[in-house]
């Protein structure tokens, strides 16, 4: 099985890029290494417009892999997943999610960290990281970033899940359709009206001057958070505990302790 899809529409001028592992698509680092593999194909590319993100099945994705987070592993996963964002930003190719279904923790970071977000009436995005006594560092960058501090503050501290109403309330939604399948032709729709006429070269420096900001602050922000998160967070007791009760399928029991 691939467990990225790749696709290539309009004569490769939109590249869209499938995570193929249903039902939940974890972001494991079998599936970071193939989208690290896609993703470097298009450096310098003269011809692709955009790069779309969309999940096989029902849903988006569940989001990274709990097993990957336990504390003689995450170093590596957050080395591997966090190169995924440095790529994005550095390959300047405007990208899109198109999301179905759940959407939580790495799964939204990585729509988050697209520049256009589409989503149907299935869809639910979250950031439950804090229900397992961890936090979400691509989000913690990201979501005051593109929908204020408040707002941020409501997923990254509570775990919540938003309804796609709300999400595109707060403005995370370029458009919102009633199902999958209305969502790929209204997509496609779109780009067709307001990507495909475009240089590609442009749209290039578009995102780049565009995300000047945005992309300053990631890079300079999630190195320190992710410095932040192997010594210090993953020395606490609950954030172990939290990662192994989420394994053995049993309740947390907190310490409380810093």
């Known amino acids: 099985m691939n467990i990225v899809i790749r696709e290539e529409l309009y004569s ?38 955009m790069i779309q993100f969309t999940g096989a099945g029902d849903h988006f994705s569940f989001g990274a892999s709990v097993a990957e987070h336990t504390k003689e592993h995450v170093a590596t996963m957050l080395d591997q997943f966090h190169r995924l964002f440095f790529t994005l930003a550095d390959l300047a190719i405007p990208t899109a999610a198109l999301v179905s279904g759940q959407c939580l923790g790495g799964g939204l970071e990585l729509a ?38 408040t707002r941020a503050d409501n997923l990254l501290l509570t775990g919540r899940s938003l309804k796609p109403d709300e999400a595109a309330d707060w403005g995370m939604l370029t458009a919102l359709y009633a199902g999958r399948e209305e969502m790929l032709k209204g997509v496609d729709q779109w780009c067709e009206k307001h990507i495909l006429p475009k240089s590609a070269g ?54 409380g302790q810093q």
Not at 202 to 221: C, D, E, I, M, T
């Open 202 to 255: 442009s749209l290039r420096f578009a995102v780049k001057a565009g995300r000047w900001h945005f992309n300053r602050q990631l890079k300079k922000k999630l190195s320190q958070l992710q410095e932040f998160y192997i010594h210090e967070l993953m020395e606490t007791h609950d954030a172990n505990e939290g990662i192994e009760a989420f394994l053995q399928k049993r309740d947390p029991r907190w310490e």
């Open 112 to 149: 988050l960290a697209c520049n256009f977000m589409f989503a149907d009436e299935t869809t639910r995005l979250g950031q439950p990281e804090i229900n397992l006594g961890v936090f979400a560092p691509p989000a913690s960058v990201i979501l005051p970033l593109k929908v204020g501090q």
């Open 12 to 49: 490769g001028q939109i590249i869209r890029l499938t995570l193929n592992a249903p039902k939940a698509n974890v972001i494991d680092a079998v599936m970071m290494d193939s989208l690290h593999h896609h993703l470097s194909e298009f450096t310098g590319s003269t011809r692709v417009k």
